[in-house]
């Protein structure tokens, strides 16, 4: 058995480093041969080339690390397998991955392959989500803090970009059609277009998305203060929202969301839209229906 493990060396202060080079040494002393890639700021790394004739690619970091390999595994047909560091690990949590060694070693064994949705948007691969609102304010204050060198990793991070979002939040204006059908006109509040159900902090506002159904679940939430937020976020956590008759709950396969009266704040798998100011006029955003390959530790 051959794998390529995938990790960033400054992720993390250095921590994807320090789990995966011990990993892939016992790896190897386990009989599987290992490559090592690392990715990252002023790396130039040939993922594919690397993933030629091997058996699954480990990915070691967060969630926004699984996103950017995510077409490297569909071009090559290669499965992927998260090995979680990240802050959520969303796509971990959805497959069953953990760090446990264990886990990882029965999904190499087992080879359960299981062939996931991928969403696109505005011609960028995303796993997980896209959304617009508060949350995606967060994220963009986030990314700029990070790029000022004033936070570091883990919840703490979300500390300051949370409090200044609660004191000036954003709630834009937005125009959503799915597949064709107007189901939001010039309304304010939160949109979340789901490939998978998980959120962050098991908020799931598209509880019901499967990411191997080649659909995506639109959940928008309309609201304009911090109290409905919260109020929107408790529902979610606890699986009622979706019993609220002003959430918009729909599924479809080409999703368009236009901002009103000025750009919006955008993320996709817990990062900031790429551009100015993570900002958007338009998001066209469609579904690649079961091209990932992901070595499932679900079982």
């Known amino acids: 058995m051959r794998v390529v493990l995938l990790y960033n060396p400054v992720s993390g202060y250095g921590k994807s480093q320090r789990v995966a080079l011990p990993l892939a040494d016992r790896l190897v002393r386990d009989g599987v041969g290992v490559q090592l890639v690392r990715v990252g700021p002023g790396i130039n790394a040939d993922v594919r080339g690397a993933l030629t004739g091997v058996d699954a690619l480990l990915v070691v970091g967060g969630d926004g690390t699984v996103a950017h390999c995510a077409d490297d595994a569909v071009a090559t047909g290669v499965p992927l397998y998260h090995v979680p560091l990240g802050t959520e690990n969303l796509f971990a949590r959805e497959w069953g991955m953990s760090r446990r060694y264990e886990t990882l070693m029965n999904a190499l064994n087992r080879r359960q392959i299981v062939r996931a949705d991928v969403g696109v948007c505005n011609g960028r691969s995303f796993l997980l989500m896209c959304s617009s609102g508060p949350d995606a304010s967060v994220t963009g204050r986030l990314a700029a803090d990070r790029a000022r060198g004033i936070v570091g990793g883990g919840h703490s991070a979300y500390v300051r970009p949370v409090l200044a979002e ?21 309304q304010r509040g939160i949109i979340v277009v789901g490939n998978s159900r998980q959120y962050a902090l098991r908020v799931d506002p598209a509880v019901h998305a499967d990411m191997t159904d080649g659909q995506l679940d639109v959940a928008f939430m309309p609201c304009a203060s911090a109290a409905r937020t919260l109020l929107w976020a408790a529902m979610a956590r606890l699986r009622r929202h979706t019993r609220d008759a002003h959430l918009v709950y729909q599924r479809g396969r080409q999703i368009v969301i236009e901002a009103v009266g000025g750009p919006a704040p955008g993320q996709l798998d817990g990062e900031a839209l790429p551009g100015q100011g993570s900002l958007f006029d338009r998001l066209s955003i469609s579904v690649r229906p079961q091209l990932l390959p992901v070595l499932s530790a679900r079982g």
Do not use: I, Q, S
């Not at 609660?166 to 010039?186: K, Y």
């Open 166 to 186: 609660l004191l000036r939040p954003t709630f834009p204006r937005l125009r959503v059609t799915v597949d064709g059908r107007e189901v939001v006109r010039d």
